[in-house]
């Protein structure tokens, strides 16, 4: 047998991160060919039309204004008092659910996925997710021997599958007791979905009736990570509300990051934030949390929760990083848009975007058209159900121009193969 040394739940395949190989081979292409002939479409983060990462000034010279012991010193382990009611504020900005709220900070929303998977799963539980979804989601499940189960995202209408949702939660929750389910809205990875108001009240009907059996533990977990590239920062936030007044048997977390609202992708910042209707969850969500912070990354980096914190403490400096996040949001608005509607004149398909950094177009042989577009210097990538362009980091021109290149793929291929696409 091949040596290893690595004990048995630590052997994993010898693979890179799909995502960053191929960002890799696009930037070669770049330096080959010119930026100019080249379509970057992998990357998760803001880039500006010249393919440079965004960052924000407002946030930038906060952080470059702090005194360096307010960088440098140990934070609390759940995080500094500031900082968990600036997480507060920035995330629900006045839509408060009624009920005992806790913040747990965390490195970047991964962090808070981490956390609240560890402590409110048990070994070999199934987490339940949508069928398109973000894979860091399986690989934290994977890594403490927790699977992941999923229901159709999309019904036949392009909104969301409540049936689907609805038959898979049952299973699940009726064989474990318990059940732990993230849902990644609003503007999900990799498609761009953003739940409805009204698909919210469907969801939460369900599990409240769901949670009349008073034996059953059910976590809602709510990943926010896009929530600040919405078309409309206030009515994209009104759901929050509806977190208020559930049963004891549901606690809701949000999963905060300030990675992409603030730019501060590599600061790691972020947090877990619990809601529950008795006083004694909550506090038991902060307590269990902060033992896997100690037990893990003991404390987070303060000098990124101060600038959240002096950002929201300062009116004038909070409306303009707004302003500023604002004009990227309009940016990605438009590359969305163009890229959705370039799709629609050439009859490309593709799933339905609402918000956010990404677009999807679903097809059978995604690895195949991923390769065959990176011979047209088209680079994106493939996920296990179709592609996911990445309009965060593409500009409006390129955007346009996008869906021909990908629908001239599709067609080469299928004449190729009669069985894919
Ligand atoms: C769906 C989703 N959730 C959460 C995150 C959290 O990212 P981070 O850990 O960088 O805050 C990301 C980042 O790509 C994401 O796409």
New binding site residues.
């Given amino acids: 047998m091949k040596l290893s040394m690595v004990a048995d739940h630590a052997r994993w395949p010898r693979e890179n991160d799909i995502i960053f190989n191929l960002s890799e081979r696009a930037q070669k292409a770049e330096q080959n060919i010119g930026k100019e002939n080249v379509i970057n479409a992998t990357i ?1 983060a803001l880039m500006d039309d010249d393919g440079k990462l965004i960052t924000m000034n407002s946030v930038f010279e906060q952080l470059k204004s702090l005194p360096n012991n307010e960088i440098s010193a140990y934070a609390s382990i759940a995080g500094q008092d500031d900082y968990k009611e600036a997480v507060k504020k920035v995330c629900f900005q006045g839509n408060d659910p009624d009920g005992y709220v806790r913040v747990v900070a965390s ?7 981490k956390l609240a998977m560890w402590n409110y799963t048990n070994p070999k539980d199934v987490i339940l997710t949508s069928d398109w ?2 894979s ?2 399986g690989i934290i499940g994977e890594e403490a021997g927790r699977g992941v189960a999923n229901y159709k995202l999309f019904n036949d209408e392009g909104k969301f599958n409540i049936e689907s949702f609805k038959s898979k939660f049952k299973e699940i929750i009726d064989k474990q007791g318990n059940i732990f389910t993230i849902i ?1 809205t609003p503007g ?2 990799p498609t761009g979905y953003t739940v409805s108001d009204d698909e919210w009240d469907e969801i939460l009907d369900f599990v409240k009736e769901v949670a009349n059996d008073e034996s059953k533990k059910i976590v809602l977990f709510i ?1 926010v ?2 929530i600040d590239f919405v078309k409309d920062d206030i009515a994209s936030r009104k759901f929050f509300k509806k977190f208020g007044n559930l049963p004891e048997n549901i606690l809701s977390i949000v ?1 905060f ?4 609202g603030f730019t501060a ?1 590599g600061m ?3 947090a877990a934030i619990g809601i529950s209707s008795n006083e004694d969850m909550a506090e038991e969500f902060y307590y269990s949390l902060m033992h896997s912070c100690r037990a893990n990354w003991s404390n987070c980096n303060r000098g990124a929760m101060s600038i959240l914190s002096h950002l929201i403490a300062d009116e004038k400096k909070y409306a303009e990083y707004k302003i500023e996040k604002n004009q990227y949001k309009d940016m990605l608005v438009k590359r969305a848009e163009a890229f959705v509607q370039g799709a629609k004149e050439v009859n490309l398909e593709t799933l339905p975007y609402r918000d956010g ?1 990404f677009v999807s177009i679903p097809c059978n042989n995604p690895k195949e058209i991923c390769e065959a577009l990176t011979k047209e210097n088209l680079y994106l990538v493939p996920l296990k159900m179709g592609l996911r362009f990445a309009v965060c980091a593409v500009s409006e021109e390129k955007c346009k121009k996008a869906p021909k290149i990908i629908k001239e793929v599709f067609e080469k291929v299928k004449s190729l193969d009669t069985t894919s696409v």
């Fill in positions: 998760g490195p970047g929303g991964s962090g808070a996925i979804y973000w860091p989601y990644n999900h990875n990943d990570a896009y999963g990051s300030m990675s992409k992708y790691r910042m972020g950094f």
